[in-house]
C-alpha cells in the first residue's frame, strides 16, 4: 500500500462522517466533494486498463449531480418534505443521481465494468450512505415512490446480465430499496441491514478479487469448493434462507408490513426474480459437465473456502435467537 492511500482513506472516512454530521446544506454539499476527490483518487490507485476513463465518466456524471444540487441549495429551493413542487425535486433528483438509484441509474452499469472490485465495493456500499441518508432525513415522503422503483429495476435489470460486476450492480438497486425501506421504520433498522449487506459484499469482493473473476464462465473452471461458496455468496445476497442475507429483509417484512403493505407485497414478489437470476447462473455453474475423467477429479478441501461457507450461514442461529 502506497504512503498517500493511508492518507486517503481516512480522509475518505472524515468526509463522510462530515456530511452526515452538518447541519447547513453548504456543509454538506463541501462533505461531499470531499468523499468525491478522494473516492477517485482511490479509483487512480488501482492501475486498471480502464481506470482512467471510468474516473472521467464517473466525475463528469458527479459533478453534474454536484452542480444540480448546489444550484438547487443556492437558490433557496430546498422545501424540506414537499414532494408536490417541482423546484423540491430538484435536490433529491441530484442526490439520487450521485448515489446511482433508480431511475438515475443509468450510468452505474458500464462504470462498473471499469472498476476493480475494491473500489466496486466502496461504490455499492460507502458511497451510498451520503445521499441516502441526507434524502430520507429531509425528503421522506418522496423515499416510499422511490423505493418500489429500486427494487423493481434491481430485480428485473439483472435477468439478462452475463457480467457478475453489472449483475452486482442490479443487485445494489435492489438492496437499495431495502435500505431505504428499513429507514422508514428506524436507524437501528438500517445500521442492521447494512451491516448485513458491507459483510455479504465483503465476502463476495475478496472471492473475485481472489480469483479475478469479471464473468460468470470464468466461475465453471474453478473447483467444486469455490463453486460452493460463490453459490452460497450469491443466495445469501438474494435473501434464501438458512444464508446470511435472509435474517435483516425478514426482520424488515416483519416490521413494515402492516405499516406499508403494497410495498412489502412488491418487494416479497420481486424477491423471487432477484432469487431467479442468481440461480439461472449458479445452477448452470454446478451442473457443468467436466470433460475430465472423474476418478481423477481433485477433491482438495480449502479450509478458506469452508470457513465463509460456514461464516455465510449464520443466518439460522440468529432466526432462532430472534424468533
Known amino acids: 500500500m502506497k504512503n498517500y492511500y493511508m492518507i486517503i482513506f481516512p480522509m475518505y472516512i472524515i468526509s463522510i462522517s462530515f456530511s452526515l454530521s452538518s447541519s447547513s446544506w453548504m456543509s454538506i454539499w463541501i462533505g461531499m466533494e470531499m468523499n468525491l476527490l478522494t473516492f477517485i483518487f482511490m479509483i487512480l490507485e488501482t492501475k486498471t486498463f480502464n481506470s482512467t476513463e471510468s474516473c472521467m465518466k464517473y466525475f463528469l456524471i458527479q459533478s453534474a449531480g454536484s452542480l444540480l444540487f448546489l444550484f ?21 433528483l441530484a442526490l439520487m443521481l450521485k448515489s446511482g438509484i433508480a431511475p438515475l441509474h443509468f450510468w452505474t452499469p458500464d462504470i462498473s465494468m471499469k472498476l476493480s472490485p475494491q473500489n466496486l465495493f466502496l461504490f455499492i456500499t460507502m458511497q451510498k450512505i451520503i445521499p441516502m441518508l441526507v434524502m ?56 442492521i441491514f447494512f451491516l448485513f449487506y458491507f459483510k455479504m459484499n465483503y465476502l463476495l469482493m475478496t472471492f473475485l478479487l481472489k480469483n479475478k473473476i ?13 463453486k460452493l461458496l460463490f453459490v452460497s455468496l450469491m443466495m445469501s445476497l438474494s435473501g434464501l434462507p438458512p444464508f446470511l442475507g435472509f435474517i435483516p429483509k425478514w426482520i424488515i417484512l416483519k416490521k413494515i408490513t402492516m405499516n406499508l403493505p403494497v410495498i412489502s407485497l412488491i ?57
Open 72 to 92: 438547487s441549495v443556492s437558490v433557496q429551493s430546498t422545501f424540506v418534505n414537499e414532494s408536490f413542487f417541482i423546484n423540491a425535486l430538484a435536490p433529491p
Open 267 to 323: 418487494s416479497i414478489v420481486m424477491s423471487v426474480f432477484t432469487m431467479f437470476f442468481y440461480m439461472k447462473m449458479t445452477i448452470n455453474m454446478v451442473l457443468y459437465s467436466s470433460l475430465s475423467k472423474k476418478w481423477v477429479t481433485n477433491f482438495f478441501i480449502e479450509w478458506p473456502s469452508i470457513t465463509l461457507v460456514l461464516m455465510n450461514l449464520t443466518s439460522s442461529f440468529l432466526f432462532i435467537l430472534l424468533v
Open 136 to 191: 430520507f432525513s429531509s425528503w421522506s415522503a418522496l423515499i416510499k415512490w422511490i423505493i418500489p422503483l429500486n427494487i423493481i429495476v434491481g430485480s428485473l435489470g439483472g435477468l439478462t446480465q452475463s457480467s457478475v460486476n453489472k449483475m452486482i450492480i442490479f443487485s445494489s438497486i435492489n438492496n437499495s430499496g431495502w435500505m431505504m425501506m428499513s429507514l422508514t421504520e428506524s436507524m437501528l433498522l438500517f445500521y
Open 214 to 226: 469479471k464473468w460468470s464462465v470464468q466461475i465453471k473452471t474453478q473447483n467444486f469448493f469455490k
